[in-house]
Protein backbone atom coordinates (compact mmCIF):
# COMPACT_ATOMS: atom_id res chain seq x y z
CA UNK A 1 0.00 0.00 0.00
CA UNK A 2 2.69 2.50 0.94
CA UNK A 3 4.60 2.05 -2.23
CA UNK A 4 1.36 3.01 -4.31
CA UNK A 5 0.85 5.53 -2.72
CA UNK A 6 4.28 6.34 -3.35
CA UNK A 7 3.75 5.49 -7.45
CA UNK A 8 0.68 7.58 -6.86
CA UNK A 9 2.33 10.98 -5.63
CA UNK A 10 5.60 10.69 -7.98
CA UNK A 11 3.79 9.90 -11.30
CA UNK A 12 1.21 12.89 -10.27
CA UNK A 13 4.20 15.14 -9.53
CA UNK A 14 5.62 14.16 -12.89
CA UNK A 15 2.35 14.70 -14.87
CA UNK A 16 2.35 18.04 -12.81
CA UNK A 17 5.14 19.40 -14.43
CA UNK A 18 4.24 18.01 -17.84
CA UNK A 19 0.96 20.90 -17.65
CA UNK A 20 3.37 23.86 -18.09
CA UNK A 21 4.97 22.48 -21.44
CA UNK A 22 2.68 23.83 -23.85
CA UNK A 23 2.60 27.27 -21.76
CA UNK A 24 6.41 27.44 -21.94
CA UNK A 25 6.35 27.58 -25.81
CA UNK A 26 3.83 30.33 -25.72
CA UNK A 27 5.68 32.52 -23.42
CA UNK A 28 8.87 32.39 -25.87
CA UNK A 29 8.22 34.68 -28.43
CA UNK A 30 11.04 32.50 -30.82
CA UNK A 31 11.16 30.14 -33.68
CA UNK A 32 9.60 26.73 -32.86
CA UNK A 33 12.79 24.77 -33.57
CA UNK A 34 14.83 27.07 -31.45
CA UNK A 35 12.62 26.55 -28.73
CA UNK A 36 12.68 22.84 -28.99
CA UNK A 37 16.48 22.95 -29.35
CA UNK A 38 17.04 24.57 -26.06
CA UNK A 39 14.08 22.87 -24.64
CA UNK A 40 15.89 19.48 -25.89
CA UNK A 41 19.47 20.53 -24.71
CA UNK A 42 18.62 21.60 -21.15
CA UNK A 43 16.25 18.76 -20.29
CA UNK A 44 18.83 16.32 -22.10
CA UNK A 45 21.88 18.09 -20.25
CA UNK A 46 20.25 17.57 -17.30
CA UNK A 47 18.81 13.54 -17.37
CA UNK A 48 22.33 13.01 -18.42
CA UNK A 49 23.43 14.13 -15.32
CA UNK A 50 21.27 12.16 -12.98
CA UNK A 51 22.36 9.19 -15.40
CA UNK A 52 25.73 9.66 -14.72
CA UNK A 53 25.48 10.14 -10.93
CA UNK A 54 22.86 7.77 -10.56
CA UNK A 55 24.14 4.67 -13.21
CA UNK A 56 27.20 5.39 -14.54
CA UNK A 57 28.36 6.16 -18.21
CA UNK A 58 28.22 2.76 -18.86
CA UNK A 59 24.66 3.08 -18.92
CA UNK A 60 24.76 5.46 -21.60
CA UNK A 61 26.40 2.41 -23.50
CA UNK A 62 23.84 -0.56 -22.82
CA UNK A 63 21.33 1.53 -24.45
CA UNK A 64 23.38 1.90 -26.86
CA UNK A 65 23.83 -1.45 -27.67
CA UNK A 66 20.08 -2.19 -27.15
CA UNK A 67 18.92 -3.51 -30.91
CA UNK A 68 16.89 -2.38 -33.82
CA UNK A 69 14.23 -2.00 -30.53
CA UNK A 70 16.37 0.36 -28.39
CA UNK A 71 17.52 2.24 -31.75
CA UNK A 72 13.87 2.69 -32.76
CA UNK A 73 12.93 4.51 -29.38
CA UNK A 74 16.09 6.90 -29.51
CA UNK A 75 14.56 7.84 -33.15
CA UNK A 76 11.34 8.09 -32.41
CA UNK A 77 11.23 9.84 -28.77
CA UNK A 78 13.83 12.41 -30.01
CA UNK A 79 11.62 12.91 -33.25
CA UNK A 80 8.37 13.59 -30.76
CA UNK A 81 9.95 16.30 -28.59
CA UNK A 82 10.53 19.14 -31.52
CA UNK A 83 7.41 17.74 -33.02
CA UNK A 84 5.26 18.57 -29.94
CA UNK A 85 6.64 22.18 -30.10
CA UNK A 86 5.97 22.59 -33.84
CA UNK A 87 2.60 21.77 -32.93
CA UNK A 88 1.92 23.79 -30.53
CA UNK A 89 3.23 26.73 -32.38
CA UNK A 90 0.64 25.71 -35.34
CA UNK A 91 -2.37 24.83 -33.76
CA UNK A 92 -4.38 25.76 -30.21
CA UNK A 93 -2.85 24.17 -27.15
CA UNK A 94 -5.88 22.12 -26.33
CA UNK A 95 -5.89 20.37 -29.85
CA UNK A 96 -2.26 19.51 -29.08
CA UNK A 97 -2.87 17.70 -25.77
CA UNK A 98 -6.47 16.11 -26.98
CA UNK A 99 -4.91 14.73 -29.78
CA UNK A 100 -2.13 13.25 -27.79
CA UNK A 101 -4.21 11.64 -25.43
CA UNK A 102 -5.13 9.54 -28.82
CA UNK A 103 -1.58 7.36 -28.07
CA UNK A 104 -2.96 4.72 -26.24
CA UNK A 105 -4.69 4.07 -29.57
CA UNK A 106 -1.65 4.20 -31.40
CA UNK A 107 -0.13 2.09 -29.02
CA UNK A 108 -2.56 -0.95 -29.10
CA UNK A 109 -2.00 -0.92 -33.05
CA UNK A 110 1.45 -0.68 -33.17
CA UNK A 111 1.01 -3.95 -30.27
CA UNK A 112 -0.42 -5.33 -32.55
CA UNK A 113 1.03 -4.93 -35.83
CA UNK A 114 4.72 -5.34 -34.19
CA UNK A 115 4.28 -7.62 -30.93
CA UNK A 116 1.21 -9.38 -32.22
CA UNK A 117 -0.85 -9.13 -29.07
CA UNK A 118 -4.64 -8.75 -29.59
CA UNK A 119 -6.81 -5.58 -29.47
CA UNK A 120 -9.42 -6.20 -27.27
CA UNK A 121 -13.28 -5.84 -27.74
CA UNK A 122 -12.65 -2.55 -25.05
CA UNK A 123 -9.61 -1.10 -26.95
CA UNK A 124 -11.93 -1.29 -30.05
CA UNK A 125 -14.93 0.51 -28.38
CA UNK A 126 -12.32 2.98 -27.00
CA UNK A 127 -10.96 3.78 -30.64
CA UNK A 128 -14.23 4.33 -31.92
CA UNK A 129 -14.99 6.52 -29.12
CA UNK A 130 -11.51 8.47 -29.45
CA UNK A 131 -11.75 8.46 -33.68
CA UNK A 132 -15.25 10.21 -32.83
CA UNK A 133 -13.70 12.81 -30.52
CA UNK A 134 -10.43 13.85 -32.72
CA UNK A 135 -12.75 13.87 -36.16
CA UNK A 136 -14.87 16.48 -33.98
CA UNK A 137 -11.83 18.38 -33.25
CA UNK A 138 -9.97 18.10 -36.58
CA UNK A 139 -13.56 19.35 -38.37
CA UNK A 140 -13.89 22.01 -35.97
CA UNK A 141 -10.29 23.12 -36.79
CA UNK A 142 -11.95 25.68 -39.67
CA UNK A 143 -13.97 27.40 -37.50
CA UNK A 144 -11.09 29.05 -35.13
CA UNK A 145 -8.86 31.32 -35.98
CA UNK A 146 -6.15 29.17 -33.23
CA UNK A 147 -6.23 26.37 -34.57
CA UNK A 148 -5.07 24.62 -38.08
CA UNK A 149 -5.33 21.56 -39.90
CA UNK A 150 -1.29 21.02 -40.37
CA UNK A 151 -0.53 21.49 -36.52
CA UNK A 152 -3.68 18.86 -35.70
CA UNK A 153 -1.95 16.92 -38.00
CA UNK A 154 1.56 17.26 -36.74
CA UNK A 155 0.21 16.66 -33.45
CA UNK A 156 -1.39 12.99 -34.46
CA UNK A 157 1.94 12.46 -35.69
CA UNK A 158 3.55 13.12 -32.91
CA UNK A 159 0.76 11.02 -30.84
CA UNK A 160 1.99 7.94 -33.39
CA UNK A 161 5.76 8.46 -32.30
CA UNK A 162 5.43 8.53 -28.93
CA UNK A 163 3.39 5.80 -29.12
CA UNK A 164 5.58 3.80 -31.14
CA UNK A 165 8.67 4.45 -28.74
CA UNK A 166 6.22 2.98 -25.90
CA UNK A 167 5.75 0.23 -28.02
CA UNK A 168 9.23 -0.37 -29.14
CA UNK A 169 11.06 0.07 -25.87
CA UNK A 170 8.48 -2.89 -24.50
CA UNK A 171 10.99 -5.26 -26.47
CA UNK A 172 13.85 -4.24 -24.46
CA UNK A 173 12.34 -4.56 -20.76
CA UNK A 174 15.63 -6.26 -19.37
CA UNK A 175 17.47 -3.13 -19.84
CA UNK A 176 16.46 0.47 -18.43
CA UNK A 177 16.27 2.98 -21.00
CA UNK A 178 16.32 5.90 -18.73
CA UNK A 179 19.36 6.63 -20.25
CA UNK A 180 18.02 6.96 -23.97
CA UNK A 181 15.82 9.95 -23.13
CA UNK A 182 18.94 11.99 -23.14
CA UNK A 183 20.08 10.65 -26.03
CA UNK A 184 16.97 11.18 -28.02
CA UNK A 185 16.76 14.34 -26.31
CA UNK A 186 20.44 16.19 -27.07
CA UNK A 187 21.18 14.37 -30.37
CA UNK A 188 17.76 15.91 -31.59
CA UNK A 189 18.83 19.42 -30.12
CA UNK A 190 22.48 18.93 -32.36
CA UNK A 191 20.57 18.27 -35.55
CA UNK A 192 18.43 21.01 -35.42
CA UNK A 193 21.73 23.66 -35.06
CA UNK A 194 22.29 23.94 -38.31
CA UNK A 195 18.83 24.78 -39.31
CA UNK A 196 17.76 27.69 -36.93
CA UNK A 197 19.48 31.15 -34.92
CA UNK A 198 19.00 29.31 -31.62
CA UNK A 199 21.08 32.15 -29.97
CA UNK A 200 17.86 34.89 -30.66
CA UNK A 201 15.92 33.83 -28.07
CA UNK A 202 18.70 33.61 -25.51
CA UNK A 203 19.31 37.77 -24.09
CA UNK A 204 15.47 38.15 -23.37
CA UNK A 205 14.39 34.04 -22.41
CA UNK A 206 16.83 32.45 -20.87
CA UNK A 207 15.02 32.16 -17.49
CA UNK A 208 11.86 30.71 -19.31
CA UNK A 209 14.06 28.44 -21.81
CA UNK A 210 16.09 27.18 -18.65
CA UNK A 211 12.98 26.40 -16.46
CA UNK A 212 11.09 25.04 -19.36
CA UNK A 213 14.03 22.41 -19.94
CA UNK A 214 13.94 21.66 -16.47
CA UNK A 215 10.29 20.99 -16.12
CA UNK A 216 10.54 18.40 -19.23
CA UNK A 217 13.98 16.84 -17.08
CA UNK A 218 12.14 16.61 -13.62
CA UNK A 219 8.45 15.19 -15.79
CA UNK A 220 10.59 12.80 -17.39
CA UNK A 221 12.56 11.56 -14.71
CA UNK A 222 9.29 11.07 -12.37
CA UNK A 223 7.55 9.37 -15.15
CA UNK A 224 10.06 6.71 -15.09
CA UNK A 225 10.16 6.25 -11.63
CA UNK A 226 6.30 6.63 -10.87
CA UNK A 227 4.67 4.26 -12.57
CA UNK A 228 7.27 0.90 -11.25
CA UNK A 229 4.55 0.88 -8.65
CA UNK A 230 0.81 1.60 -10.27
CA UNK A 231 -0.42 -0.50 -13.17
CA UNK A 232 -0.20 1.15 -16.35
CA UNK A 233 -4.36 1.82 -16.28
CA UNK A 234 -3.49 4.15 -13.15
CA UNK A 235 -0.93 5.81 -15.18
CA UNK A 236 -3.04 6.24 -17.88
CA UNK A 237 -5.76 8.27 -15.78
CA UNK A 238 -2.83 10.72 -13.99
CA UNK A 239 -1.86 11.80 -17.33
CA UNK A 240 -5.64 12.58 -18.11
CA UNK A 241 -4.71 15.39 -15.68
CA UNK A 242 -2.50 17.04 -18.00
CA UNK A 243 -4.58 17.14 -20.76
CA UNK A 244 -7.59 19.01 -18.86
CA UNK A 245 -5.03 21.45 -17.01
CA UNK A 246 -2.88 22.11 -19.65
CA UNK A 247 -5.26 24.11 -21.72
CA UNK A 248 -6.69 25.65 -18.74
CA UNK A 249 -3.57 27.00 -17.64
CA UNK A 250 -3.01 28.45 -21.12
CA UNK A 251 -6.17 29.64 -21.26
CA UNK A 252 -6.03 31.39 -17.40
CA UNK A 253 -2.34 32.72 -18.29
CA UNK A 254 -2.27 34.41 -21.98
CA UNK A 255 -6.10 34.29 -22.79
CA UNK A 256 -6.01 31.06 -25.77
CA UNK A 257 -9.57 30.39 -25.88
CA UNK A 258 -9.96 26.91 -26.80
CA UNK A 259 -13.31 27.00 -28.86
CA UNK A 260 -16.51 25.06 -28.35
CA UNK A 261 -15.49 22.20 -31.11
CA UNK A 262 -12.15 21.63 -29.33
CA UNK A 263 -13.90 21.33 -26.34
CA UNK A 264 -16.36 18.88 -27.65
CA UNK A 265 -14.29 16.64 -29.64
CA UNK A 266 -11.41 17.34 -26.72
CA UNK A 267 -14.37 15.85 -23.53
CA UNK A 268 -15.22 13.08 -26.08
CA UNK A 269 -11.48 11.58 -25.92
CA UNK A 270 -11.53 12.16 -22.23
CA UNK A 271 -14.70 10.73 -21.39
CA UNK A 272 -13.96 7.92 -23.77
CA UNK A 273 -10.58 6.98 -22.51
CA UNK A 274 -11.63 7.33 -18.69
CA UNK A 275 -14.03 4.98 -18.98
CA UNK A 276 -11.46 2.47 -20.37
CA UNK A 277 -9.49 2.82 -17.92
CA UNK A 278 -11.97 2.77 -15.37
CA UNK A 279 -13.27 -0.23 -16.39
CA UNK A 280 -9.70 -1.78 -16.92
CA UNK A 281 -9.12 -0.84 -12.88
CA UNK A 282 -12.59 -2.34 -11.97
CA UNK A 283 -11.69 -5.36 -13.64
CA UNK A 284 -8.38 -5.92 -11.56
CA UNK A 285 -9.74 -5.51 -8.42
CA UNK A 286 -12.14 -7.87 -8.89
CA UNK A 287 -9.46 -10.63 -9.32
Request: some cysteine; hydrophobic content about 60%.
Amino acid sequence: MQDHLKGLVITGLGVLCLVPDSLFVRLVEADALAIAFWRGLVAGCLLALFVLVRMGARAFEDVLRAGWQGHAYILLYGLSAPGFVLAVSLTSVANVVFILASMPVFAAVFSRLTLGEPISARMIWTMLGVFLGLAILIIGSKENAATSLAGDLVALGVSACYAGALTAVRGVRARSMVPAAPIALIGMSVLLLPFVDVLAPVAEFWPLLIAHGAFIAFASGLMVLGPRYIGSAEVSLLILLETVLAPLLVWAVIGEDPGVWALVGGGVVIAVLLLSNMVVLLRLRAI
